[in-house]
C-alpha cells in the first residue's frame, strides 16, 4: 500500500493581503499624521517624540504591506496551482534497477545494452527494483537472462536519482525512481566478446556512451539514462 502525505502551508494559499489590511494601514498612517499630542506627564516636548514615533510606525506598517502586495502579485498561489501541485506529487514513481557492465578494450569503455521490442530501442539492462535484498535479486535474475553463474556477478549499488520521463511503451509520462548498479563477471563467455550476439531470444550489443549519443532512437527515448549512466560510471 502507498501512502502519500500532503503537507498544506495556508498561508501560502490564496491572497495573502486583504482590502481590510490595506484600508487600516493606510488610515492608522492618516490618523498618527493629523492627531495632536500633548506634552506627557508635563515633559517639554514628548508630545511630539511620541507622534514622530507613531508616524515612523505606521510608515513601516504601510511599507510591509506595500512589500507583501508586491510579493503576492508576483508570487501567485491559488487552489489551481495547489491542484497541479497535487497532481504531480501523486504520480506513482516506479522503482526500476539499472544495470551498467562495462567491457573495457585499452581507452574504449563499452556497456552492454539490448534491444526492448516494447520501446523499439537499445537500453541498459533494467528489472524492477524488490523492497528487499535487491543485489541478491538482480544477480539472479541477470544469471537468468545470461545464462551465467550467480556466484560469478559481483554487484554494486552506486546510485540512485528519480527522473520524469516519457515511457514509449506505456504512451504516458512517468516518474521513475532508478538505482544505478555497476555489475561485473569474474568469467566471461567467450560469446560475450563479440559486438553482438543473442542469448535466448534477446539481443544484446557493447557500446560506448559515444555511440549511444549518436544514435539518434536512444537520444529519442532514452538519452536522459545514458546521461545518468555517463556521470556516475567512470
Not at 495573502?16 to 488610515?27: C, L, M, N, Q
Not at 492618516?30 to 514622530?52: C, E, H, P
Not at 504516458?172 to 543473442?198: A, C, G, Q, S
Request: aromatic content about 12%; proline content about 1%.
Amino acid at each position: 500500500m502507498t501512502c502519500t502525505i500532503y503537507i498544506l502551508a495556508p498561508d501560502l494559499i490564496g491572497n495573502k493581503v486583504t482590502i481590510d489590511t490595506i484600508i487600516a494601514g493606510i488610515s492608522f498612517l492618516l490618523s498618527v499624521f493629523t492627531a495632536s499630542y500633548d506634552d506627557l506627564l508635563g515633559i517639554r516636548g514628548a508630545g511630539i517624540a511620541l507622534k514622530t514615533i507613531f508616524c515612523m510606525i505606521g510608515i513601516v506598517y504601510c511599507l510591509k504591506i506595500v512589500k507583501d502586495v508586491s510579493e503576492m502579485v508576483k508570487n501567485k498561489y491559488d487552489h489551481e496551482v495547489l491542484l497541479q501541485d497535487i497532481e504531480h506529487l501523486n504520480m506513482i514513481q516506479h522503482n526500476h534497477s539499472l544495470i551498467a557492465i562495462k567491457n573495457q578494450v585499452g581507452e574504449e569503455k563499452r556497456y552492454l545494452v539490448y534491444y526492448d521490442e516494447r520501446w523499439d530501442c537499445k537500453l541498459f539492462l533494467n528489472y524492477k527494483t524488490q523492497n528487499g535484498n535487491n543485489e541478491a535479486a538482480l544477480k539472479e535474475q541477470v544469471s537468468v537472462d545470461l545464462n551465467l553463474n550467480s556466484g560469478d556477478i559481483t554487484c554494486n549499488y552506486v546510485t540512485s536519482r528519480v527522473q520524469e520521463k516519457y515511457s514509449v511503451s506505456h504512451q504516458e509520462t512517468r516518474v521513475y525512481n532508478h538505482r544505478l548498479y555497476e555489475m561485473y563477471f569474474n568469467n566471461i563467455p567467450d560469446e560475450f566478446r563479440k559486438d553482438n550476439f543473442e542469448i535466448s531470444g534477446r539481443h544484446y550489443y557493447w557500446m560506448t556512451i559515444d555511440e549511444m549519443e549518436k544514435d539518434d532512437n536512444i537520444k529519442k527515448k532514452n538519452l536522459d539514462v545514458v546521461d545518468f549512466v555517463k556521470e556516475y560510471i567512470k
